[in-house]
């Protein structure tokens, strides 16, 4: 029932809100996808790693945000990352060699 509450477009924007805190998680990824979020918990929800993939599918989300989650993702993608650290016998970090 709660789940049909967060797919329905005609929710309110503060019921959406308290369907994110619901005890069941797919009550609360199913309410991450409601248009009716505001903007700003919206927001919040793409910067978070737990929620942002299904807060990226809401249709609420404007196109030029999309092209800019996009691109950072493709600048993150083909960035060089820096060499992986570990520490030595005597605690002292070194890089670890390139993976082959």
């Known amino acids: 029932m709660r789940r049909r509450a967060a797919e329905d477009i005609r929710l309110s924007p503060a019921d959406a809100v308290r369907l994110l805190s619901d005890p069941a998680a797919h009550v ?7 248009p009716r979020l505001p903007a700003r918990v919206l927001a919040g929800l793409l910067h978070n790693r737990d929620t942002a993939y299904e807060a990226v599918t809401n ?3 404007p196109v ?3 092209h800019r989650i996009l691109a950072a993702s493709a600048a993150a993608a ?3 990352r820096p060499p992986s ?4 016998p ?3 970090s070194r890089a ?3 993976a082959p």
């Open 59 to 61: 249709p609420a989300i």
């Open 28 to 34: 609360r990824g199913t309410a991450t996808r409601n």
């Open 64 to 66: 030029p945000v999309l």
């Open 96 to 98: 670890r060699p390139p």
């Open 85 to 88: 650290t570990r520490p030595t």
């Open 90 to 92: 005597d605690g002292c």
């Open 78 to 80: 083909t960035s060089p």
